[in-house]
């Protein structure tokens, strides 16, 4: 696999991305190819460019997000691609695997992203009272996928060619 350098508009670096991540910043506009790999191109429907090795974020960000992602509603989705961690279908809730009701916190560790069906099924449970059983652990976002969140921009919109490229 091969990652993209990301600077900060301030030219500091600030961490690496797969190439997906690289040229969905660069065709949204978000961030400008600093230095291209000498000889590749990523070619596909309406996209012809050299692969990016180092691109520089058009805007300046502020980088509390490089210890740790900020949670939200949203990132959950994001990171989970919107996919129930119950049963793998669409997910448009966020589930609380402890339930707040019960002291369960809003942090990475302790939501999945969940279809209404499954999030309203388990309501006021854990997995284990429901009988549900987690598909994947809840995880802390990496470094990379927490810039992508910081900019706001949802790797779920890549478009498919990208999607089903290198992750
Ligand atoms: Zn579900």
Do not use: I
């Not at 900060?8 to 190439?19: D, F, H």
């Amino acid at each position: 696999m091969r990652d993209t350098l990301v600077l900060n508009a301030s030219y500091e670096p600030l961490s690496t991305v797969s190439l997906r991540r690289a040229v969905v910043l660069v065709m949204q506009d978000k961030a400008v190819v600093e230095q291209e790999h000498p000889g590749l191109r990523v070619r596909a429907a309406g996209v012809d460019m050299a692969v990016p090795q180092v691109v520089r974020l058009c805007r300046y960000v502020r980088v509390p997000f490089r210890q740790r992602a900020p949670w939200s509603r949203r990132g959950v989705l994001v990171r989970d691609q919107r996919r129930c961690a119950y049963c793998g279908r669409r997910a448009t809730t966020v589930d609380h695997v402890v339930p707040r009701s019960r002291g369960g916190a809003d942090s990475w560790m302790n939501t999945v992203a969940a279809c209404a069906r499954d999030n309203q099924r388990k309501a006021d449970r854990t997995p284990e009272e429901a009988g549900m059983r987690l598909l994947s652990r809840p995880f802390e976002p990496t470094p990379g996928a927490a810039l992508m969140l910081a900019l706001g921009v949802d790797v779920e919109e890549l478009p498919p060619w990208l999607a089903s490229a290198a992750a």
